[in-house]
């Protein structure tokens, strides 16, 4: 499968514990995204990286949010001391960088879904 | 900072007829624009997408105008199927700011057979 991959699918977790998400990029990606959806909403941008470095997070990830890309090819994503309102589908996903002031494709891998009770 | 607005929520066609999603973004810098189809419980699927230097792209039953004076795009589906039914999602995005995509709310489409 050459697509995005994402790990696990469904996590259910209760208040106060820490969960970390994989995501694996399409095969030479060197861009990553990750994206939080809730229910009824559009995909909200989180953070990216360019092969190891992440470069943008969003304001709306607070300090129990990280991610890191160490070999600049899958990702993680932890959240400490997780809350309900962290509850949503955490998505990923990877595209080429072109040159020119173009942006490529965005592949969107299947997500995880998270529940925190 | 950069929003995009996607009208309407919910949107309900007859099978064989034409279906249109609008939407609006903010930031003027923005040059690239895809839509995405998603099914429930499923991924974003990319459908079509249209570049800031180009005033319309089609794909059979898939159509896409911008107007970057008026800051709008829309997306127009033909011939609707009831395999069309999903969420449609319209994004913005600008190559500076790293390629980010900017949602739309979403719209359901139904397409009644």
């Known amino acids: 499968d050459t697509g995005v991959s994402q790990d696990p699918r469904h996590k259910i977790t209760k208040r106060g514990q820490n969960v970390t998400f994989r995501c694996d990029p399409i095969s030479e990606h060197n861009r990553l995204y990750w994206y939080r959806q809730t229910l009824g909403q559009g995909p909200e941008f989180l953070t990216y990286?360019?092969?190891?470095?992440?470069?943008?997070k969003s304001r709306l990830l607070s300090d129990r949010f990280s991610a890191e890309r160490p070999k600049g090819s899958f990702s993680t994503l932890e959240i400490q001391r997780t809350e309900q309102g962290d509850s949503a589908m955490y998505l990923c996903?990877?595209?080429?960088?072109?040159?020119?002031?173009?942006?490529?494709?965005?592949?969107f891998g299947p997500g995880t879904r998270l529940t925190v009770l | 900072g950069e929003n995009v607005e996607q009208h309407p929520s919910t949107l309900s066609v007859q099978e064989g007829d034409s279906a249109v999603i609008k939407c609006t973004y903010s930031?003027?810098?923005?040059?690239?624009f895809p839509w995405y189809k998603q099914e429930l419980g499923k991924r974003p699927q990319l459908i079509i997408d249209?570049?800031?230097?180009?005033g319309e792209k089609k794909d059979q039953r898939i159509a896409v105008t911008l107007n970057k004076t008026a800051k709008h795009f829309s997306l127009h589906i033909t011939e609707t199927q009831p395999e069309d039914s999903a969420v449609y999602f319209c994004a913005a995005s600008f190559y500076n700011q790293g390629g980010k995509l900017i949602f739309g709310q979403g719209t359901e489409l139904s397409v009644k057979p």
């Open positions: 996903a990877s595209s080429r960088p072109r040159t020119g002031g173009v942006t490529d494709t965005q592949y």
């Open positions: 249209i570049r800031s230097n180009v």
């Open positions: 930031d003027s810098a923005s040059n690239y």
């Open positions: 990286f360019q092969n190891e470095a992440q470069l943008e």
